[in-house]
């Protein structure tokens, strides 16, 4: 499958923004969708990641860095998966991965870690400034 994520942009402390990652082909029911950031120096880390908790029910999971600020959605129709961030902050600020990685059974729970997802978008920039 192939990523596209966009959306990133440069805000101010307290503003929202929407990364979109759209997905190629029909394939949304096929994966789970994780999203990662990378700021300056620092090592990809965990945001958000959307999978399934049963065959029609969606499981959502965040990092605790983001929780309550950003929440994670499908539209299968689209093929995307979107990030809504709410309250950034300046340590926010980073370099947005979203991520692919194949659904293999009905109940399917997103990793957190980075190496087990298959494809990767290229990366879409958000800046938070104070």
């Known amino acids: 499958v192939q990523l596209q994520a966009s959306g990133g942009g440069l805000v101010q402390a307290g503003d929202s923004l929407r990364l979109s990652c759209a997905a190629s082909?029909?394939?949304?029911?096929?994966?789970?969708v994780g999203w990662f950031r990378q700021a300056p120096g620092q090592v990809r880390e965990f945001v958000a990641a959307?999978?399934?908790?049963?065959?029609?029910?969606?499981?959502?999971d965040y990092a605790d860095s983001v929780k309550g600020r950003f929440t994670v959605s499908r539209d299968s129709a689209r093929s995307t998966v979107y990030l809504q961030m709410n309250s950034l902050k300046p340590e926010d600020t980073a370099v947005y991965y979203c991520?692919?990685?194949?659904?293999?059974?009905?109940?399917?729970?997103?990793?957190?870690?980075?190496?087990?997802?298959?494809?990767w978008g290229q990366g879409t920039l958000v800046t938070v400034s104070s």
């Open positions: 959307t999978g399934w908790s049963g065959a029609n029910s969606y499981y959502e």
């Open positions: 082909g029909r394939t949304a029911m096929s994966y789970a």
């Open positions: 991520a692919a990685q194949r659904r293999s059974s009905v109940i399917f729970l997103p990793s957190r870690s980075a190496s087990e997802y298959e494809s």
